[in-house]
C-alpha cells in the first residue's frame, strides 16, 4: 500500500513537474518481486506525443504546447494540418512499392490517427488502392514480416471458453462496427489463415475515412482457426495458429460462443460484418445469425448492393426496365449469386412479381456450365434456386449464345474469361452491350477495359473489380467504373449506426443501391460511366445512409428515436471529422 502510495506521487510531482508521463507500478519493483502491471496516464507531454488519439505532432500551436507540458519536446516550429499532409503525401509518392506506401500510412495510423484520416478523405483515389485491396492483398501475404503493433483483436482456438474476457481486453467499450474474418479467403488469395488481419483493419479504416464512423467504435477482429496453407504453416515469421483449420463443431462452436460474446458485450446494435470467409461459411454464418444479430456480409450483401446500383445506373444507357433485361454471370458464388438474388430481388419489387419468376431472367455459369435443372441435385443449396429448365450448356461461349443476355457479369475470381469471342458474341446482338467484370485483382479481371472496348467497337457499357485507367478508342476516352464494395458499406454501416438498426433487411440494401445509383450524373452517364466519381465519397455516403435509416426507420427496425427530420443533414452531422481539435 505504501509504495502504491509513493508512486501515486511520484506521479503527482510528474504531473505539476513536466506533465509526463505514465508511472510504471513495476519500476520500483525488483526483479524477483511480481507486480501488478498497472498505469496512470496523463495525456500531456511525451505521452500526449505517443498518443495517436491526441498526438498532432508539429501542428500543436504555442498555447498547447505550454499548456500540455510540449516545450522542448518538438521542434520549434509549428505547422499546419494541410502542410503536414502535403508532406506526407509527397513522401508516399516517393516510394515506388506500393508495400511501403502501405506501411508509411499505418506507421502514420499508428503514430497520428487524425492525420492519417485527414489524407485518406482528401486523397481517396489515390490512397483506396493501398490500404485497400490490391495493396493490403499483398500485405496479408507478408503481415508476419511486416507486423509491428497489434492492431485488433485476435481470437483463437487458445481463447475458447475465454472469449468474453478477450471482448473486454479491448481498450474502446462503446463499439459500433465490427469487421471479423476467419482469412480462409483473402480476396482472391486464398487462405491467409491470421494474417488475414489487414483486411478488417482496411475496411475499418474505410468506415471511418469514408462513411465517418469514429475510429474508436471501430472493432477489427481475426478468428484464428489455424490455417490450411502449407506455405504460412511452414513460415517462421507466421503469426497463426500453426495448425490446420478446425471445421464443423469445433469450428461452429467457437463462432457460436464469439457472437453470444458480442452481443453480451456490446449490445444488440453493434454491426457485425463477415469479411472474407470461405463461401460455405459465409453463406451459413450470414443465415444462421442474420435472424438474432445485425450482421451484414459484404462480400455477398455489399457486392450486390453495389452492383445492382451499377446495373441500375445502366439501365439510363441502355434503355428498358430491369425485367425487361436478362443477365448472364460467369461464377455462382458469393458474390455471383448475392448479386443474382438481390437483382431479382429488385425486379420483383419493380413489378411485383414473385420473385422466383424473376429468378428466371438470370442464368449463371460454374465451373461446370450453366445451372440447369437437370443439375439441381448435385448443386450447392445456394446455387438451386437458378437451376432453370435449359438443355446441358458446357461453357460461357455457348451459354451466351444461347441465352443472348444484355447484361454479362464476371464473378468466378478466373482471369481472362472474357474472351474476344465470348465479348464479340455479346456485341452481336447487343448495340449496348453492359459488362462487368468483377473478378480481383486485376489479373483474374474476365477481360480488360481496353480488350472490352475494343472488341465491342467502344460500343461497351464497362465496369470492373479493380480499377483501370481511361481507354482511348477511335479517338474517344472511354473512362470505365468501378464497382468498388467501397461505395456502399461505408454508407450503409452509418446508416444502420445513425438509426440504431437492430437488423440488416434486404430492402436496406436495396435502398442502399438506390442511393449510389442516384448519384450517377448526366455527366457521368455522357463519359459512359455507372458509378459517380470517388471524391465525392463522403457525400454519397451520406445519402446512402440516410436512405438506409429511412428503410430502417419504415421498417420499425430502427431504435434511435425520433427519427430525425432531415436524415441527410443528420448523417452528415454524425461523421467524423479528421480534422484537429483545439487543445485547452
Ligand atoms: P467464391 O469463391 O464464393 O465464388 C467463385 C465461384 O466461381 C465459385 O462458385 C466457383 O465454383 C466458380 N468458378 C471457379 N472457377 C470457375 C470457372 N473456371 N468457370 C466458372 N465458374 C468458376 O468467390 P466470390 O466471393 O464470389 O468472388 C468471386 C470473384 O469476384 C473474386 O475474384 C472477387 O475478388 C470478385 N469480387 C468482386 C467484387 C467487386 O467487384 N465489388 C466484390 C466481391 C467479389
Known sequence: MESFMKDIRGWEDAAVGGGVEDVYGEDRATEEQLVTPWTVSVASGYTLLRNPHHNKGLAFTEKERDAHYLRGLLPPVSISQELQEKKLMHNLRQYQVPLQRYMALMDLQERNEKLFYKLLVDNVEELLPVVYTPTVGEACQKYGCIFRRPQGLYISLKEKGKILEVLKNWPQKSIQVIVVTDGERILGLGDLGCQGMGIPVGKLSLYSALGGIRPSACLPITI?????????????????????????????????????????????????????????????????????????????????????????????????????????????????????????????????????????????????????????????????????????????????????????????????????????????????????????????????????????????????????????HNGQVHVPGQANNAYIFPGFGLGVVMSGAIRVHDDMLLAASEALARQVTQENFDNGLIYPPFKGIRKISAEIAANVAAKAYELGLATNLPRPANLVKYAESCMYSPAYRNYR
Not at 280 to 302: M, P, R, S, W
Not at 394 to 399: F, I
Not at 443 to 453: I, K, L, V
Request: glycine share 8%; aromatic share 8%; with cysteine.
Open 224 to 472: 484464428d482457426v489455424g490455417t490450411n496453407n502449407e506455405q504460412l504453416l511452414k513460415d517462421d515469421f507466421y503469426i497463426g495458429l500453426r495448425q490446420r483449420r478446425a471445421t464443423g463443431q469445433e469450428y461452429s462452436e467457437l463462432l457460436h460462443e464469439f457472437m453470444c460474446a458480442v452481443k453480451q458485450n456490446y449490445g444488440e446494435k453493434v454491426l457485425i460484418q463477415f469479411e472474407d470467409f470461405a463461401n460455405h461459411n459465409a453463406f451459413e454464418l450470414l443465415a444462421k445469425y442474420g435472424t438474432t444479430h445485425l450482421v451484414f456480409n459484404d462480400d455477398i450483401q455489399g457486392t450486390a448492393s453495389v452492383v445492382l446500383a451499377g446495373v441500375v445506373a445502366a439501365l439510363k444507357l441502355v434503355g428498358g426496365i430491369l425485367a425487361e433485361h436478362t443477365f448472364l454471370f460467369l461464377g455462382a458464388g458469393e458474390a455471383g449469386t448475392g448479386i443474382a438474388e438481390l437483382i431479382a430481388l429488385e425486379m420483383s419489387k419493380q413489378t411485383k412479381a414473385p420473385v422466383e419468376e424473376c429468378r428466371k431472367k438470370i442464368w449463371l455459369v460454374d465451373s461446370r456450365g450453366l445451372i440447369v435443372s437437370s443439375r439441381k441435385e448435385s448443386l450447392q443449396h445456394f446455387k438451386k434456386p437458378w437451376a432453370h429448365e435449359h438443355e446441358h450448356v458446357g461453357n460461357l461461349l455457348d451459354a451466351v449464345k444461347a441465352i443472348k443476355p444484355t447484361f454479362l457479369i464476371g464473378s468466378s475470381g478466373v482471369g481472362k474469361t472474357f474472351t474476344k469471342e465470348v465479348v464479340e458474341a455479346m456485341a452481336s446482338f447487343n448495340e449496348k452491350p453492359v459488362i462487368l467484370a468483377l473478378s480481383n485483382p486485376t489479373s483474374q479481371s474476365e477481360c480488360t477495359a481496353e480488350e472490352a472496348y475494343t472488341w465491342t467497337n467502344g460500343r461497351v457499357i464497362f465496369a470492373s473489380g479493380s480499377p483501370f485507367d481511361p481507354v482511348e
